[in-house]
């Protein structure tokens, strides 16, 4: 069973696209829709996303039977993949501010290798001890949070000394000449389709939410910042597609 956790107190954060603040925003347009959410994935990514996250897990390399923590999860893809790699003696949470995906995800973890717990939490206030997780993911959900900052340092708190944080997500791609045809996909054919099957709002959203988003230099510097070291950055699909990996300091060895 999904824990439920408290919403809490929004925040202010500074308008982009949308009017208002960003997480309300964000929370209410997955929540309309969660339940066309993994058919639009599937859909949209050709299929990739799958893939993706599979190569984001072995680039990650948790041991069997670790606890591992996937944030803005959704209905829990990157958490049973997670759960593949610990095993029957592993463990992993799966969070996100979105309660209706997070019930939607709910059958599918039901049946995962590990167990999966699916709670309702805020990725910029994880409510779990500091140094628990041994690999601590986000799968294409970093860049809808009001203060990156905030939630990669969260990231970083509750990953074990030694730990990883891994960030997969969406950027903009290396090759000038592979641009046009990107934003020809994102921007004309993706809120069409979205449209189509679902809301065309969040599908318009997405490639704007692409193009504000920071740079892959900037964030693997914000990684830094949060006290990472040994930033590893995977470029797929010309680039479209990133895979920022973070090593957590170890602790310092106590002297006699």
């Not at 893939?51 to 897990?57: G, I, K």
């Not at 628990?132 to 799968?139: A, I, L, N, S």
Request: proline fraction near 5%; aromatic fraction near 8%; hydrophobic fraction near 40%.
């Amino acid at each position: 069973m999904a824990e439920i956790a408290e919403p809490k107190p929004e925040r202010e954060t500074a308008p982009t696209h949308y009017t208002g603040k960003k997480e309300v925003y964000v929370r209410d347009m997955f929540a309309g829709i969660a339940d066309r959410y993994d058919l639009l994935n599937s859909v949209l990514s050709f299929n990739q996303h799958k893939a993706w996250r599979r190569l984001a897990v072995r680039l990650a390399k948790p041991t069997q039977g670790a606890h591992c923590l996937d944030v803005c999860t959704g209905t829990g893809d990157f958490a049973i993949d997670l759960a593949s790699a610990v095993g029957a003696k592993g463990r992993v949470v799966g969070s996100d501010f979105c309660e209706p995906m997070i019930r939607n995800g709910l059958h599918k973890t039901a049946t995962a290798v590990a167990p999966i717990t699916m709670m309702v939490a805020d990725c910029e206030q994880l409510p779990y001890p500091s140094n628990t997780f041994e690999v601590v993911t986000v799968g294409f959900g970093i860049r809808n949070v009001a203060h990156i900052q905030q939630a990669v340092s969260e990231m970083a708190r509750v990953a074990q000394p030694g730990g990883r944080v891994v960030i997969l997500e969406f950027n903009r791609p290396l090759q000038r000449w592979y641009k046009p045809f990107i934003d020809f996909y994102l921007f004309q054919v993706l809120p069409r389709i979205g449209g189509l099957l679902s809301r065309k709002e969040a599908y318009t959203y997405l490639p704007e939410s692409m193009k504000h988003f920071v740079s892959r230099e900037k964030l693997s510097e914000t990684m830094q910042n949060a006290g990472l070291t040994d930033i590893q950055v995977h470029d797929l699909n010309f680039g479209t597609v990133c895979i920022h990996i973070g090593t957590k300091l170890p602790r310092a060895k106590e002297t006699v």
